[in-house]
Nanobody, 121 residues
């Protein structure tokens, strides 16, 4: 079993920055792909950024050029640096990790609990 714990959300003014963290813990696992999703009230959850184990990244159009995803494999932690925040970025942000656990070998997706980001105008 793997747990993901997010931190770093909060209230920020338009144009401000926040950095989200997602720390994975457990025994005998490796993270293949880590992604950040967000869900605004009344909207579907959307993928906004993802990063592979070798550092390749992809971004949604709504955050491209403003958000940066990264990861520290030694710490099993992912990050989302959010700059130039806008009111429309207000949402609950979730991290997700596609994980391979060993003994027995198994692939699963795990989710963090979500962290609220609110951008005031």
């Amino acid at each position: 079993q793997v747990q993901l714990v997010e931190s770093g959300g909060g209230l920020v003014q338009t144009g401000g920055s926040l950095r989200l963290s997602c720390a994975a813990s457990g025994r005998g696992f490796t993270i293949n792909v880590m992604g950040w999703y967000r869900q605004a009230p009344g909207k579907q959850r959307e993928l906004i950024a993802r990063i592979t184990s070798d550092g390749r990244t992809n971004y949604g159009d709504s955050v491209k050029g403003r958000f940066t995803i990264s990861r520290d494999n030694a710490k099993s932690t992912g990050y989302l640096q959010m700059n130039s925040l806008k009111p429309e970025d207000t949402a609950v942000y979730y991290c997700a990790a596609d994980v391979t656990t060993f003994l027995p070998k198994h692939d699963s997706r795990y989710w963090g609990q979500g962290t609220q980001v609110t951008v005031s105008s």
